[in-house]
Structure formats: structure tokens, C-alpha cells
């Protein structure tokens, strides 16, 4: 899997300290996973799919443009003390099984919710031999905790991982059938 960030360090010719690295204002993951586009498209879309891999949870998709997208938890996220509903937004443009195209919003904290709605571009191609490429484009302009947390920085044991490790999720679980133990831990 690659991940490629795009960021700008705030520096001016007057300022004498080191430039410190914002965090990414966009985020992209390729990752290429034995199996049809359709595949891919129902393991990001179908809650039966999505609740196997990534964060113990599910995601539900009206796709169609304007329609909800819901990132719900699951009873050891309420558990923890997280909101039943931990990130929303709105589905700009569906087009199956090969873009889709939606708002994202984190909502476990008034903070993160104040940065708002970001972008999330999700691609599959199909390439040889039964490989889809998938590629994550997160548009994350003005939201720096929202960055942080997708970027992964953060180990797992503590709720870390981001994008990183969902899609890893996902490639294990359409390529061996299996998750990657994340639900057992």
C-alpha cells in the first residue's frame, strides 16, 4: 500500500524557528486487492461487508447523490464511551462499482466536530490479473485533527491505525476471507 501526503509548512523569511510539519491537507492510499471492482465497491458500501474489517462498527450508504452516509459503533465502542453515531456525511456522487465520492465527519468530540465535513474520494480500476486498484483521496483542508487521526499516527491499542490500517482490513478480509484480528483484540 502507498500513501502519499500533501502538505505546506507555514515558514516566512523573518521567522528564525524551524518549520514544523502541519498535518497532511490531503491524504492518498493505493492498494491493489485480488478481486473484482464489484467486490471492492460491496466491501466499502455493504454493512454484511464493512463491519468485518477496519473499526468494530458498520457503515450504511444511501448512494445516491444527497443521500446519508453513517459510520455507526458497535456495543464495545459505546462501551468505551463513544457516540452511537461516529462519523456521517453525505454521498456526492455514486457511481458503482467504480467511484464514489463523499462528505466525512468525525463526531466523538466538539472539537472534531468544529472542523466540519472533509472529502473522501474512493476509486477502484481494474488491473491485470483479477487486481483492482483502489485508491483513498481525503481532502482534509482545515482539519488537523481530523488529518491526524486518518493518518494513523497513533497506535492501534489506542484507537490509531487511520486509513492505513482500514484498508489493509480490507484487503485481507476480500483476499483471505479473514479479518485482521482487530474485532478479537
Do not use: C
Amino acid at each position: 500500500m502507498t500513501a502519499t501526503d500533501t502538505t505546506a509548512a507555514d515558514t516566512t523569511a523573518a521567522d528564525s524557528t524551524p518549520p514544523t510539519k502541519p498535518a497532511a491537507t490531503t491524504q492518498v492510499y493505493r492498494v491493489y486487492i485480488q478481486a473484482t471492482p464489484q467486490q471492492v465497491w460491496d466491501a466499502i458500501t455493504q454493512p454484511e461487508w464493512n463491519a468485518r474489517y477496519g473499526y468494530p462498527g458498520h457503515s450504511e450508504y444511501d448512494l445516491r447523490p444527497g443521500g446519508a452516509y453513517r459510520g455507526i459503533a458497535d456495543a464495545d465502542m459505546l462501551a468505551m464511551g463513544l457516540p452511537e453515531l461516529l462519523v456521517d456525511g453525505e454521498v456526492l456522487e455514486a457511481d458503482p462499482p467504480r467511484r464514489l465520492v463523499q462528505t466525512w465527519r468525525f463526531n466523538w468530540s466538539p472539537e472534531i466536530i468544529a472542523e466540519g465535513y472533509t472529502r473522501v474520494t474512493w476509486e477502484t480500476a481494474e488491473e491485470i490479473g483479477g487486481i483492482t486498484r483502489l485508491t483513498v483521496t481525503h481532502e482534509l483542508e482545515g482539519a488537523p485533527l481530523t488529518a491526524e487521526q486518518v493518518g494513523g499516527s497513533a497506535p492501534m491499542v489506542e484507537g490509531g491505525g487511520g486509513w492505513a490500517m482500514i484498508l489493509s482490513g480490507l484487503k485481507t478480509l476480500l483476499e483471505t476471507g479473514k479479518d485482521l484480528g482487530i474485532h478479537d483484540a
